[in-house]
């Protein structure tokens, strides 16, 4: 933004009238330079290779400088001068500043088509997914809860799985998941996907209803790891659906929790009358109204 009326000025002033070639020369390397930058691999470790290349990009912009000089050294030559004799300097910086807003297109340009192809697709692609089409029994028991239960309902659910894996199924050890998510440091809850123990954003966003623990993450802005007070709300969610009993109820009691959104697929556990009222049943999940 500051190049360009620099730029400007300097191509309709009256002595700017250099051969095509040299222009070109000067452009393409402003759009080599960031094309340079961008294909540079970014390796996610501390080694001396990774700091080079994640230094160079911040130096590629020494190209149009030198390209540029090297175009007025060219240029001093008698048959390129004009009428209005032109100071080397001059030839110098109006070619800079060229190549300068070149390599500034070119690194939006290339930034802009990355983030195309990295999250444009990716959301057309997870369209359904990330809005729950293809979780019609979420969807269902989502508009039974919204018709049926007050606004001010306080549920708890089991269901912080994205989807129901080796990883996260009805076996997991949450105590020991959370465990390790509270110890996690600044650098491993940002630059790695070990410290996150779950969550369910799309519950949440769907269901319309205010959560125990619901959509909760680990990564927050400055990197802390999960809170204790977190872990508690999110150990008392899972353990009613995994152990209940008069115990894992009343722990949600006394957080005034009145109605559990519960994941069929998430607990073998099959008699749930003796804690409360199941108002809603589909074939993943149940909704109950607790004693």
């Avoid at 002033?13 to 540079?40: E, H, M, T």
């Avoid at 969807?139 to 269901?159: R, V």
């Avoid at 959560?211 to 969610?237: E, H, M, Q, T």
């Amino acid at each position: 933004m500051l190049i360009i009326p620099i730029v400007l000025k300097r191509i309709t002033s009256d002595d700017f009238k250099y051969p095509r070639s040299v222009l070109s020369i000067a452009i393409l390397v402003g759009l080599g330079s960031a094309i340079f930058a961008n294909l540079l691999p970014n390796l996610n470790s501390g080694s001396p290779t990774a700091i080079a290349l994640r230094t160079v990009p911040s130096l590629v912009g020494l190209l149009p400088l030198l390209s540029a000089l090297a175009c007025a050294l060219y240029l001093k030559k008698d048959k390129f001068r004009t009428q209005t004799e032109v100071s080397f300097f001059k030839k110098f910086m109006a070619l800079a500043l060229v190549g300068l807003l070149a390599m500034s297109i070119g690194f939006y340009s290339t930034n802009y088509a990355k983030n195309i192809q990295e999250e444009y697709p990716q959301s057309t692609r997870d369209f359904a997914s990330r809005i729950g089409l293809d979780r019609p029994d979420l969807q269902n028991a989502s508009n039974w809860i919204s018709t049926n239960t007050k606004p001010s309902a306080i549920f708890a659910t089991n269901d912080f799985c994205g989807q129901v894996s080796e990883s996260c199924n009805k076996d997991t050890d949450w105590d020991a998941l959370l465990d390790f998510s509270m110890k996690c440091t600044q650098f491993a809850v940002l630059r790695t996907d070990k410290c996150n123990a779950g969550g369910y954003a799309l519950l949440t966003a769907l269901v319309h209803r205010r959560f125990l623990a619901g959509n909760y993450y680990v990564g927050i802005s400055d990197g802390s790891a999960i809170k204790p007070w977190v872990v508690k709300r999110v150990l008392d969610s899972v353990n009613f659906a995994k152990l209940p009993s008069n115990k894992t109820l009343t722990a949600l009691k006394d957080s005034n929790v009145g109605w559990y959104l519960l994941r069929r697929e998430l607990t073998s556990d099959k008699n749930w009358e003796k804690f409360g009222t199941i108002r809603y049943s589909n074939s993943s999940y149940l909704v109950i109204e607790l004693s």
